[in-house]
């Protein structure tokens, strides 16, 4: 479980968007990340953190969208290799 939560925190600490205004490779990028974060237990002990989360997620998908195409393509390629290193370490986040 606590391997999911510090998984999750480093992939809300790469993000840095409106699904509207992402890229292919970012909006690729954040539904992997969103659905990892639904993933986590739901319940009492973790839903703070778990909510902090989500809104550190949205903020970041705020500011990517702010930036240009090219950029976006690179930091969302970038985290995209990021979570294939995490998922071949750890089969169970796939």
Same mark, same amino acid.
Request: with cysteine; net charge positive.
């Given at each position: 479980?606590?391997?999911?939560?510090?998984?999750?925190?480093?992939?809300?600490?790469?993000?840095?968007?409106?699904?509207?205004?992402?890229?292919?490779?970012?909006?690729?990028?954040?539904?992997?990340?969103? @659905?990892?974060?639904?993933?986590?237990?739901?319940?009492?002990?973790? @839903?703070?953190?778990?909510?902090?989360?989500?809104?550190?997620?949205?903020?970041? @998908?705020?500011?990517?969208?702010?930036?240009?195409?090219?950029?976006?393509?690179?930091?969302?390629?970038?985290?995209?290799?990021?979570?294939?290193?995490?998922?071949?370490?750890?089969?169970?986040? @796939?």
């Amino acid at each position: 479980m606590m391997k999911k939560f510090l998984v999750s925190a480093v992939l809300l600490s790469l993000s840095s968007a409106a699904m509207a205004d992402l890229s292919d490779s970012c909006k690729t990028y954040f539904e992997k990340v969103d @659905k990892l974060v639904e993933s986590l237990p739901k319940d009492a002990a973790t @839903k703070q953190q778990t909510d902090m989360m989500k809104q550190n997620l949205e903020a970041g @998908k705020k500011q990517v969208a702010a930036m240009s195409s090219s950029d976006q393509e690179t930091g969302c390629k970038q985290g995209l290799e990021a979570l294939k290193q995490l998922e071949s370490l750890y089969p169970a986040l @796939k």
